[in-house]
Nanobody, 116 residues
Framework: QVQLVESGGGLVQAGDSLTLSCAASGDTTSIFAMAWYRQTPGKEREWVATITSGGNKNYGDSVKGRFTISRDNTLYLQMNNLKPADTAVYYC?????????????WGRGTQVTVSS
């Protein structure tokens, strides 16, 4: 099993930068991709960015050019030029292989609030 704990959220102003972190523990060798998602009340969870174990990165259209995903032993999301529309709870996600099955894990989220 894998445990994910996000940190780094907070209240910032439009145009500011913020870096989120996600610490993974447990059977981290089973992780083959990690991602960030975000969710606002009343809306579906939105995919933000993904990084594979091979280092391939992909971004949602709304954050492309502003956000950067990276990973060492921790998953990061560098967020630049933040907008009020980026306000959400940000969740860390891991795709793992366990006993030849794909298993997903989620963190509990960290709140990001961007004021105008």
């Amino acid at each position: 099993q894998v445990q994910l704990v996000e940190s780094g959220g907070g209240l910032v102003q439009a145009g500011d930068s913020l870096t989120l972190s996600c610490a993974a523990s447990g059977d981290t060798t089973s992780i083959f991709a990690m991602a960030w998602y975000r969710q606002t009340p009343g809306k579906e969870r939105e995919w933000v960015a993904t990084i594979t174990s091979g280092g391939n990165k992909n971004y949602g259209d709304s954050v492309k050019g502003r956000f950067t995903i990276s990973r060492d032993n921790t998953l990061y999301l560098q967020m630049n030029n933040l907008k009020p529309a980026d306000t959400a709870v940000y969740y860390c996600h891991a795709l793992c292989t366990e006993r030849f099955k794909v298993v997903t894990y989620w963190g509990r989220g960290t709140q990001v609030t961007v004021s105008s």
